[in-house]
T-cell receptor
């Protein structure tokens, strides 16, 4: 069965510092991978996605993620965080040959300090 | 693209009451999903529609839950005889049918259900 693990429940980062959020997945075939961000009381906004091709994908708001098949990872990065990046971040996996059901990790809460 | 719309945003009800939520997907999207998100967790899949057909239901969707999508447009999720454990955020998402790859799902802002 597929699974998604986000090892860090909570991360605190200073404004202007770099950010990396970890995501590990367990899946038998080539996964479709997503990162979503959720602000308090809001729905989820898609940051970026990986289907195939270049393993470094660029997303919105200056985020990027790198797919590493050998490590079953899809980590999210941002070189310099802004206070508005404080939110909860979810990694999700979709099945390549399905109709689109997503399995989400438990999320990482990001706090940005001045 | 007006986005996925959910109504109401918040619902407070007493245990044992019935509640119904509505989701209006992005107009050209024929796929519609319901997820449930409890505090501190990621969303969990509940059910999926392609057009008006409900093609899969999670085992999380007990017989007190029913979802419909008449005419393949908006969808409703009804919970009968609500229980404390039903308190959660109910998220709706929509996407287009994929031809080559998995189309991203676009989420609404959710309906937060609180059971007194």
């Amino acid at each position: 069965a597929q699974s998604v693990t986000q090892p860090d429940i909570h991360i605190t980062v200073s404004e202007g510092a770099s950010l990396e959020l970890r995501c590990n997945y367990s899946y038998g075939a080539t996964p479709y991978l997503f990162w979503y961000v959720q602000s308090p009381g809001q729905g989820l906004q898609l940051l970026l996605k990986y289907f195939s091709g270049d393993t470094l994908v660029q997303g919105i708001k200056g985020f990027e993620a790198e797919f590493k098949r050998s490590q079953s990872s899809f980590n999210l990065r941002k070189p310099s965080v802004h206070w508005s990046d404080a939110a909860e971040y979810f990694c999700a996996v979709g099945e390549a040959d399905s109709w689109g059901k997503l399995q989400f990790g438990a999320g990482t809460q990001v706090v940005v300090t001045p | 693209d007006t986005g996925v719309s959910q109504d109401p945003r918040h619902k407070i009800t007493k245990r044992g009451q019935n509640v119904t939520f509505r989701c209006d997907p992005i107009s050209e999207h024929n796929r519609l999903y319901w997820y449930r998100q409890t505090l501190g967790q990621g969303p969990e899949f509940l059910t999926y529609f392609q057009n008006e057909a409900q093609l899969e239901k999670s085992r999380l969707l007990s017989d007190r839950f029913s979802a419909e999508r008449p005419k393949g447009s908006f969808s409703t999720l009804e919970i009968q005889r609500t229980e404390q454990g039903d308190s959660a955020m109910y998220l709706c998402a929509s996407s287009t049918r994929w031809d080559r790859g998995l189309r991203p799902q676009h989420f609404g802002d959710g309906t937060r259900l609180s059971i007194l």
